[in-house]
């Protein structure tokens, strides 16, 4: 089983639409998790950290369900400019390696 | 400005000639890594390092070396390049190498080994 796993989709949403990604870790000693847009050929970029609680910033809101094992993130009132690739990004339990899904790509249309 | 600098960012190059790619950060930062994106495969970890001197492997580090002399530096050495090694690579920094804190990564160095 891959350490995180992702839909790749693509996701071709209109505009305003809301949208959510999901991404599951097989390592329960994760610690740490995260939410990374990559542009195409683009640097990978932080969107937002995942913390148990549950977060929002903006129109996004990430949410951490440790009991079955998977992140989620939530975009509202999509925009063009979201078009992207959403990596979801999990600490290996050991504290040190960063694993990385392969990401979903969303794509928003006028 | 905070960044991660790679050099160069673009290479064709031929089986087998030696080659390095630079890595700098100015954030005074303890972790570095080095990871390759395949299409369809995703960012693999190559190898990181934890500090000045200390380096480890990551899940793909067959083919590649890497040292740390220096706190700011990480270059990554393909000492005899094959073309199973053409891939977009991107370096990456963050304070400690704690696996909590997220990464700031270089624009990437597309590597070309014919």
């Known amino acids: 089983r891959k350490e995180v796993e992702q839909d790749p989709g693509p996701f071709n949403v209109p505009e305003g639409a809301t949208v959510a990604f999901n991404c599951t870790y097989s390592?329960?000693?994760?610690?740490?998790f995260f939410w990374y847009r990559q542009d195409c050929r683009k640097e990978p970029k932080l969107l937002m950290s995942?913390?148990?609680s549950g977060n929002e910033d903006g129109r996004f809101t990430a949410q951490l369900n440790r009991a079955s094992q998977y992140i989620s993130l939530l975009i509202r009132d999509s925009k063009l400019s979201d078009s992207a690739t959403y990596l979801c990004?999990?600490?290996?339990?050991?504290?040190?390696?960063?694993?990385f899904g392969k990401g979903t790509s969303l794509l928003v249309t006028p | 400005e905070a960044q991660v600098t790679q050099n160069p960012r673009y290479l064709i190059t031929v089986t087998g000639k030696k080659l390095t790619v630079t890595c700098s950060q100015n954030?005074?930062?303890?972790?570095m890594s080095w990871y390759r994106q395949d299409p369809g495969l995703g960012l693999r970890q190559i190898y990181y390092?934890?500090?000045?001197?200390?380096?480890d492997k990551g899940d793909v580090p067959e083919g590649y070396k890497v040292s740390r002399k220096e706190k700011r530096n990480f270059p990554l050495i393909l000492e005899s390049p094959s073309p199973n090694q053409t891939s977009l690579y991107f370096c990456?920094?963050?304070?400690?190498?704690?696996?909590?804190?997220?990464?700031?990564f270089g624009d990437g160095t597309r590597l070309s080994i014919l």
């Open positions: 990004v999990v600490n290996g339990g050991s504290g040190y390696a960063l694993n």
């Open positions: 990456a920094s963050s304070m400690q190498g704690l696996g909590n804190q997220p990464q700031h």
């Open positions: 995942v913390y148990s």
């Open positions: 954030m005074n930062h303890e972790y």
């Open positions: 390592n329960s000693a994760s610690q740490s």
């Open positions: 390092s934890m500090n000045v001197e200390v380096t």
